[in-house]
């Protein structure tokens, strides 16, 4: 079986260079590149194509939230798992929402970092004790909205496409799983960010992911 190709993000070196060194001992792995700032980490991740990124949710420059997101963009075959001293609940439900597929502390041992990455290789959700019931909680609906006059402003299909171009979906991907033209799509997403008084799709995503509607 061929190893998991994984990618570090990190923007403690000394941290960095100890989880690199335990995964590089680990037959099972190969670290294919790493990074210790977003911008970087974004480029270079496209350009390795890991299976896995092991990636720190708080970094200057928008973060393990901001990589996920550019990376799905171009790249939605990369998976993710959070490594993070963070348990807070936003934290945690921010990162899934943008795309992660788990989410564990730093914490964690070796050897159940490394039967992490495994699973979230296989397709598995991955997290440490407690922090799966934030995310069960979330998506259950437990965690409600309150009301919020800037959402409330959209149309049920700008919520929607809002929604989609959050979640990193292209506007042909999000064109064709709305069946409608990218045209729409585009015009959606003009009066959306107008509406919101934002000027990029990446403002928008964080305002999505924000307010938890991601």
């Known amino acids: 079986m061929s190893p998991v190709r994984v990618f570090l993000v990190d923007d403690h070196e000394l941290f960095l260079t100890g989880v690199r060194t335990e995964l590089a001992g680990h037959e099972g792995f190969e670290i294919v590149g790493w990074a210790t700032d977003v911008d970087d980490a974004i480029a270079a ?3 390795a194509t890991p299976d896995i990124v092991l990636i720190d949710v708080h970094m200057p420059g928008g973060g393990g939230l901001a990589v996920v997101q550019n ?7 990369v998976r993710f798992l959070a490594l993070s001293v963070s348990d807070a609940p936003e934290d945690v439900i921010a990162m899934i929402r943008a795309g992660a597929r788990g989410y ?12 992490a990455i495994t699973r979230t290789a296989e397709g598995d959700a991955v997290f440490s004790p407690r922090l ?60 959306v960010l107008r509406k919101l008084q934002l000027s990029s799709r990446h403002e928008l995503a964080r305002w999505a992911t924000d307010r938890r509607i991601v």
């Open 132 to 191: 799966a019931g934030f995310v069960l909680d979330a998506f259950a609906g437990a965690m409600p909205r309150p009301d919020d006059p800037e959402l409330d402003q959209l149309t049920p299909r700008e919520r929607e496409v809002l929604r989609q171009i959050a979640r990193g979906y292209t506007y042909k991907q999000v064109a064709r799983r709305l069946s409608i033209s990218i045209k729409t799509v585009e015009t959606h997403v003009s009066a």
């Open 71 to 77: 990376v799905g963009e171009t790249n939605p075959d």
């Open 45 to 47: 991740i496209r350009t």
């Open 104 to 115: 564990v502390t730093k914490s964690i041992s070796p050897d159940d970092l490394a039967e």
